[in-house]
C-alpha cells in the first residue's frame, strides 16, 4: 500500500519505519522544518532502541520517505492510507487538545481521490463519531485503531501487538486495516470507533491504577519485617494480576498515563459520569511525586543539614525511565524545583542528558558530568532513573564522598538492599526492602546479588528492562 503517516513524533516515526520494513511504500510528513531536515539526513528526533538503525535501513530500500506537505506528496502519487499520529497533548483544564488532529484531517479530506483515513492519535470517546458528523464523506472511509507502543520495545510492539484494535463503521476502513497489517498475527477486536477510544484510555487508567495500588501498598511496607519487594512478587504470581506495572517507586510519569488518566477523568466529569477509582489513582500518583522531598526533610531536619535549606543534594536520573526521552511528567521535573524551592543546593546527573540540556530544565541546579562529581560533598542522594551506571556503580566508593547523614532515597527501588545494608550509608526506598540477613535469609536469584547490584525481584517485571541510551542527537 501507499501510506502516509502525518506527524513524525514517537508514535508516527515509529509506525512510518515499522510499515516500511513490512513492505508498505510509506511517507512520513513532518511540518517541522527542523524535525523534517533531521529525518531526511536519515537521524531519529526521537530515542528508541533500534530505531536510527531501521530507519536507516528504511530509507536504504526506497520504502520511506519525508516530506512537509501530504497535500504535495499525495498529488504526485494518491495514497491508499493515510494514518493521523499527531499529539492531543493536555490542555490547560487536563482535556485533551485536539488541535492537531482536526487540522490533519481538513488537509486530508481535500485530497483527491480520498484516501482511507485512519486515526491513532489518542482521543476521548465519541471524538471519531464528532469528526464524522463536521466531515462529510469521512465515515465511510474511516477507523480508529489506538496504538499500544511501550517506549523501550516500540519496535517490538508494532511487529508483534498484544492486540489490533479496529474502530470502523464500515467495511471499507476495516478492509483497509486489515491489508496495511497483513502479515501481522494478533488477535483482532472489531468494535466502532467510540469502542476503540474507550478501550485505549480504558487500558492506560488500568496500567496507572496498578501502579498507584502499588504504590500505595509501599506505603503500608513501612515495618520492620515486611518487604515490598516480596509482597509485590507474591501479588503478582496470581496469573489474574500478573508482575508488570507492580513496581513500585515515584508515580507514573510517563508519556501517556499521566495524560490519559487526566484526559479520561475530564471527559467523564463533562458527562458526568462519576470516577471515584480513576479520581483515587490519580490522587494517589500526584501525592507520590513529592515523596522524595518528604522523605528528605523527614531524614535531614535534624541532622548536620539542618533541613533542606542547608542542604547539599545529589539528584540520580532526569529521565522517567532511561529507555524513554521523554520528560513530560518525568519525576526530576517536580522533584528538583522543589528542592530548588526550599533553599537545597541541587546537583544532577543523567548520562542521556547533557549538561546544558540539564541546566535549561533546572535553573539554579549544577550539573555533574559524572557520578562522583554529582556525589561528592553531598549530604543526600536521590535515585529517580534506573540507570544501569548508578545500580551497578561502586556504591562503597560514593558512600566515601558523602557527608553526613549520608542519606540514599531509592526513588524506583532498583539498589541492592543488602549492597546498602553493608555500608554507612542511611538506605531508605519506597516502602520497606530488606535486606536478606533482616528478611530471614532468601533462595534463588536474590540470595547471590549480596555483593552487586540488585535488579528488581526475579518476578517484579518493569514495563522494560533498564538500557542505557546513547546522548540525544542533535536536532
Not at 502516509?4 to 519505519?17: C, I
Amino acid at each position: 500500500m501507499r501510506v502516509a503517516v502525518v506527524g513524525q513524533g514517537y508514535v508516527g516515526l515509529t509506525g512510518a519505519v515499522a510499515l516500511a520494513h513490512q513492505g508498505h511504500h510509506v511517507t512520513g510528513i513532518e511540518q517541522d522544518t527542523e524535525r523534517l531536515r533531521v529525518l531526511e539526513a536519515g537521524r531519529a528526533p526521537v530515542f528508541e532502541p533500534g530505531l536510527p538503525e531501521q530507519l536507516t535501513a528504511a530509507q536504504a530500500t526506497g520504502r520511506l520517505r519525508f516530506s512537509g506537505s501530504v497535500t504535495e506528496s499525495h498529488r504526485r502519487a494518491p495514497f491508499d492510507i493515510v494514518l493521523v499520529t499527531v499529539g492531543t497533548p493536555p490542555a490547560s483544564d487536563g482535556s485533551a487538545d485536539l488541535t492537531q488532529v482536526t487540522s490533519a484531517l481538513g488537509e486530508i479530506l481535500q485530497l483527491l481521490p480520498t484516501p482511507c483515513v485512519v486515526l491513532k492519535s489518542t482521543v476521548p470517546p465519541g471524538t471519531s463519531a464528532v469528526l464524522a458528523e463536521a466531515y462529510p464523506g469521512l465515515r465511510e472511509r474511516f477507523a480508529y485503531n489506538p496504538e499500544f507502543l511501550n517506549q523501550g520495545s516500540a519496535l517490538e510492539d508494532w511487529a508483534v501487538p498484544a492486540r489490533i484494535v479496529a474502530g470502523t463503521w464500515a467495511e471499507d476502513g476495516l478492509r483497509a486495516l486489515r491489508e496495511l497489517y497483513e502479515g501481522i498475527a494478533a488477535p483482532w477486536v472489531e468494535t466502532t470507533p467510540s469502542g476503540a477510544e474507550m478501550i485505549k484510555y480504558a487500558s492506560n487508567a488500568f496500567l496507572a491504577t496498578k501502579i498507584s495500588f502499588a504504590n500505595e501498598v509501599a506505603g503500608m511496607c513501612s515495618g520492620p519485617d515486611i518487604d515490598i519487594d516480596h509482597v509485590m512478587q507474591g501479588v503478582g504470581f496470581d496469573p489474574r494480576i500478573g508482575h508488570a506495572f507492580l513496581q513500585p517507586g515515584l508515580g507514573y510519569g510517563d508519556s501517556c498515563l499521566p495524560k490519559d488518566t487526566n484526559a479520561l477523568a475530564h471527559w467523564a466529569s463533562t458527562a458526568g459520569l462519576p470516577t471515584p477509582l480513576l479520581r483515587a489513582t490519580i490522587a494517589v500518583n500526584d501525592a507520590q511525586f513529592g515523596l522524595a522531598v518528604q522523605m528528605l526533610r523527614t531524614e535531614l531536619g535534624d541532622g548536620p543539614a539542618d533541613g533542606l535549606a542547608d542542604a547539599e543534594i545529589a539528584v540520580l536520573g532526569v529521565r522517567y525511565e532511561p529507555w524513554s526521552d521523554d520528560l513530560r511528567a518525568a519525576p526530576s521535573r517536580t522533584v528538583v524545583p522543589a528542592l530548588l524551592g526550599q533553599g537545597a543546593r541541587v546537583r544532577v546527573w543523567d548520562p542521556g542528558t547533557d549538561t546544558d540540556a540539564i541546566a535549561g530544565l533546572f535553573p539554579g541546579a549544577r550539573p555533574a558530568s559524572g557520578l562522583a562529581e554529582a556525589v561528592e560533598g553531598a549530604h543526600a542522594v536521590v535515585v529517580l532513573t534506573e540507570w544501569p551506571q548508578a545500580i551497578e556503580a561502586d556504591w562503597r566508593a560514593l558512600a566515601t564522598l558523602l557527608y553526613e547523614p549520608r542519606l540514599v532515597i531509592d526513588g524506583k527501588n532498583c539498589l541492592s538492599p543488602e549492597r546498602m545494608a553493608a555500608l554507612p550509608v542511611r538506605y531508605r526506598s519506597v516502602g520497606t526492602r530488606l535486606p536478606a540477613s533482616a528478611a530471614g535469609g532468601r533462595s534463588g536469584p536474590a540470595a547471590a546479588e549480596a555483593d552487586g547490584a540488585r535488579p528488581a525481584p526475579e518476578a517484579v517485571v518493569r514495563s522494560r528492562p533498564p538500557e542505557p541510551p546513547p546522548p540525544l542527537p542533535d536536532q
